[in-house]
């Protein structure tokens, strides 16, 4: 609040300012103000009101400083110290806004509390204004939502000025909030949710906000989970403006309101202000939210002026927005436990269209509603296809393979892939033309990168797309059908482009392998390979990315002899380089550590990844994103391989190197925790490991919330102690929390859910409530079969619990029939689980009274090759199973 000298001093400045040229003036500030913000801040809004003439806000401004605030300005003697108003007792100044002053205030009677106490300031008495003050009160009493502050009282003060008492919210700006805690964004979205459900509330009460900004949405913590209130009511107006069209600021269309939040239509000051003026700043606190700016910014312009940009200049893309802030977007990225180039991506698309739809100059574009503003960020949540874009088909393709996507090891989507492809060549297009290059050979090769990207791009719509076109199929159009009719086409389509056909095939096998179809994929890969390499040469960039896409396909096959040879020749023949990128060594480095791990040459996977970390420390830092990621890939291979003794020290050093650099509750740091307490687990200190838990879940529930994806990943860690300690019960519980958090937040047949039920219904058969567990099986076996496949690896492994189960109940016949195909599958692809089906099926014939089936199946198990720890352990399950046979 300013004192009566900081008045005075405003008026001096602001009448002196009104003397000289408007292009001298903030030069003038800058000298007379310093660093005294609120000085200037007062001087410019005089300035701002002096050059609207005739406006009311001008009128108010000059009579509040330069006719009354000299002689009222100041609490009042009742206001001031420890004094009382009205029976409240005033602690201090919460905060100052045009009419009124809000203060920290005690309560004795009849309750004894902290209430928010709201006084007309000395000199807002006319009718206008206190009937504003009163519309305000009003507006607060009216609504029932723990999203507003409750009204407790209303009165006059000895004075004869109106106030009201209402709840204090002990909160700070939700942008605050999400930065000073390093909400990612999807956390920041979750808490938006809940910011357009108070909005909608307001709207359904017959209310319009129009000053919904950061500092009016608090966030505070109500039983340790964030929650948003909407706050200052100071401006708001009625949907039926009746009631408030004879009140001040809505009668003389003025600039009323906060400019960077405000939507065009209340700039303009017209009077046909409705709901959608309110979703508009939603939008632009969205796009604040995102980005850590707003679309626009303000400028030391006076009011007109800034009408004229809102009313004129498109804003643009949060995504292109980021782009721009330069330097200052590394730390905007910070916040949001991200790098900027990662921030720019998850932004880009859906996010971009969802805030530009909200802030759209012509609000019949908008969303009609906070509600529908609301869904549409819950459907990105969810990666269902969002309202805010044309729902063409590539779009919606790219969607549906987003949604059933195979875990976080199946790469990126088909569509992404195709797209990825052919913005990579026409990138190099660009830069080619963009260069300015007058050598015929360049010309020549631009002309050749962009007729391979109108190639692709034609094969994109005309071949792949076309299969998820409406009408073109039933209604269950999978992935593995589209890419199948597209495979079926390129053999005779591009015999003259070469390079058109590597690419086509480099994405359709990519996307093969993705969903974890080796085979389809093989033929693809292998030619994509040999056609750049024969046309590009072995050193290219785009043949260094095949030859690490069919090594990535050897290695998943069990063909690791030749996937070593593969990544070993990338290797040698491309050092690491800071930036680079999938095509680089560190990248192969890290397959290669991959393979060895499947080996079982735990040894070599360890030395590469040493090699990786060393290598990035010294390009890029030891505190860089990518030398901590290399240090986390190390974790896991030290804790896949049970290495406890070597994974303790670098679990604490990479911990303590998080922690310093990126804070203690950051994600990875949090992540990191995770595995320390695991490690507890695996260790069987079961004690250690809870009580670890249990601190590293009450930091996420703080950082992410209860009902967080990530939150609910590590409470199903929690629950492997509560199984070894045969607490199935509370793992029983713990399970169907997660399952109920995942479905709410992911959907029911998001893969990650679908994992959490198969894991419930695990200790359902633990338990022995089999008849739970089959339901529960075979709902994840539907769901499975219906995202990946009949014979993808994790349909089978939901087949191959449900027929343990089958066989538990004693219903033989029916999981054999469940097994049998997968031995068979098994025996065709040569895949390595099929040592674990053999066992499996062998149960099924030899429970069931077929022991001498059941011999041989085990002794083909037994004859299996042994070349990884994982074959290896399924032959000596078959060994003992064979053992068990009875004579």
Known sequence: MMTPAQHQRAKDLFLHACDLPMEQRSAYLETACGSDVPLRDAVERLLRCDSDPGGLERGIA????????????APSQHERGAERVAGYRILDVLGEGGFGTVYRAEQSAPVQRTVALKVLKPGMDSRQIISR????????????????????????????????????????????YCDERRLDTRARLALFVQVCGIVQHAHQKGLIHRDIKPSNVLVVRVEDRATPKLIDFGIARAIDAGAARGTLLTEAGQLIGTPEYMSPEQADGGHDIDTRSDIYSLGVLLYELLTGTTPLDRPRAPAHEWRRLILEQPPPAPSTRLRALGKRGFDIARSRATEAPSLIRQVRGDLDWIALRAIEPDRERRYESAAALALDVQRFLRHE?????????????????????????????????????????????????QSGAAETRQRERAEAEAATARAIAAFLNDDLLAAVAPGARGRDVTVRHVLDEAAARIESRFADQPLVEAGVRFTIGNSYLSLGEFGPAEPHTQRAFELRRAVLGADARDTREAQLALARLRSEQGRLDDAEQLLSNLIERRPIAAGSGPPGADAALHFLATNYQRQGRVDEAVQALREVIAEHSRVDGPDHERTLTARSNLVSVLQGADRHEELRPELIATLELQVRTIGAEHPNTLFTQSKLALLHYQLQQYGESEAAFDDVLEKMRRVYG??????????????????????????????????????????????????????????????????EAEAAYRAVLAGNQAAFGETHEYAFASQLRLA???????????????????????????EERLGEYLVAYAAALSTGGDAPRAREILNEAVELPAATPRARRYQTDARAALAALPE
């Open 706 to 771: 209860p009902e967080h994806p990530y939150t609910l990943y590590v409470m199903g860690d929690l629950c492997l102690v509560y199984r070894a300690t045969n607490r199935l019960d509370a793992a029983a519980t713990a399970r169907e929390d997660i399952l109920a958090g995942l479905t709410k937040s992911n959907g029911a047949t998001h893969p990650e859910t679908l994992l959490a039920h198969q894991h419930l219904a695990d200790v359902y058969y633990a338990q022995e409530r089999l008849a």
């Open 62 to 73: 000059l009579r509040s400083y330069m006719e009354g605030l000299l002689d009222g300005a």
């Open 385 to 433: 296809p969002v309202l805010a874009r044309p729902p063409t088909v590539g779009y919606r393709f790219s969607r549906f393979a987003r949604r059933h996507r195979a875990g976080l090891a199946a790469g990126v989507t088909i569509l992404t892939l195709l797209v990825g492809g052919t913005i990579g060549t026409s990138a190099g297009w660009i830069r080619a033309m």
């Open 804 to 830: 343990r189960t089958l066989t538990r109940m004693q219903r033989f016949e029916e999981a054999q029939a469940l097994i049998l195909p997968m031995v068979e599958s098994a025996r065709r692809t040569r």
């Open 133 to 176: 003050f009163e519309a305000e009160r009003q507006a607060l009493a009216v609504m029932d939502h723990p999203g507003f502050a409750r009204v407790f009282d209303a009165g006059q003060t000895e004075a004869g000025r109106p106030y009201f008492a209402m709840e204090l919210v002990p909160g700070t700006s939700i942008t605050t």
